[in-house]
């Protein structure tokens, strides 16, 4: 064996840090089930999350209710603090409420074992992260497909085509992530989250490391998904402009939901972000 530097082991500890993520989320077979619109594919009731205890103890979620109607996009702004991490997390089965429950899909979530809920995570829910997450020894193509290769299940071809030509990378299929631009890596992110069809797609600041240029070409990408795929987005963001592209608005205050709106202008984001950031 060859011997490795410092630099190449811990960039390897960082692959598997990675792959450990992704396998946790994606491992098993994945479902290609239609969707029809108009029925909820998260239902949340009286979600609360405190952290911490006595005088120490936050309240991050109070009693929040809310459903997301399949085939939308909707953005969740708030100030820093407000709860959109938590609310995302919890929604997703990554963290537990307090108090409350959520179903995805029909399932509630809440009251899953652990393996079910892994389970449930790749089988109904893809992630885009601000920070890409792409493993840095695959290329483009094998990224994709990784949620399906950790599944042990080959890509259905049809599908694998549409998504890899909806997110316009057929001429970068075999570049490595260091030899993609970040908007490119962060469309490769988008492709490998649409590739199992899951029910619902979370993206935590998905443009917050990308430039407003390439940051437009990912939103692009996530309407699209919505409008040509019928794909659920649920979409954390800081930017009026990027809210401008969802279908609903949720604004979070102090972990209550303060205001919840169909499609909103930019400017209109904007002041409404604006007001909610004076303290009360
Ligand atoms: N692990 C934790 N332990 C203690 N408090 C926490 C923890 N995670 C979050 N909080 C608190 O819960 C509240 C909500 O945090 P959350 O991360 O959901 O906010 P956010 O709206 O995502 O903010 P940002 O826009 O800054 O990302 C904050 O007051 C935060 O300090
Ligand atoms: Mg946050």
């Known amino acids: 064996m060859q011997p490795t530097t410092t630099r190449e082991s811990e960039s390897l500890v960082e692959e598997r840090d990675a792959l450990a993520q992704l396998e946790r989320q994606f491992t098993g077979e994945s479902r290609f089930a239609e969707r029809p619109e108009g029925r909820a594919v998260v239902t949340a009731r009286g979600l609360s999350r405190t952290y911490g205890k006595g005088d120490a103890k936050v309240h991050a979620l109070r009693d929040v209710d809310i459903d ?153 990408l996530l309407r699209r998904s919505v409008d040509e795929f019928g794909q659920t987005v649920i979409m954390v963001t800081h930017d009026a402009g990027a809210a401008s592209i969802a279908d609903r608005v949720v604004f979070l205050k102090d972990g209550r939901i303060e205001l919840d709106e169909d499609r909103m202008t930019r400017d209109a984001i904007y002041d409404t972000i604006k007001n909610l950031e004076v303290p009360r």
């Open 68 to 220: 997301f109607t399949a085939g939308r996009l909707t953005a969740i702004m708030g100030p820093s603090g407000s709860g959109k991490s938590t609310l995302m997390h919890i929604l997703a089965g990554l963290d537990q409420p307090t108090g409350g429950r959520v179903a995805i899909d029909g399932v509630e979530i809440t009251r899953l074992k652990e393996k079910k809920l892994t389970q449930l995570r790749r089988d109904k829910i893809g992630f885009i992260f601000q920070s890409f997450n792409l493993l840095a020894t695959l290329t483009a193509d094998e990224n994709i497909v990784l949620p399906l290769s950790l599944a042990r299940r080959r890509a259905d071809e049809g599908w694998r085509r549409a998504v890899i030509e909806a997110v316009g990378l057929q001429d970068r299929l075999t570049h490595r992530p260091a030899e993609l631009s970040g908007g490119q890596q962060q469309r490769v992110a988008v492709a490998r989250a649409l590739i199992t069809r899951p029910a619902v797609l979370f993206a935590d600041e998905p443009t917050g490391n990308l430039d407003s240029r390439t940051g437009g070409e990912v939103l692009d």
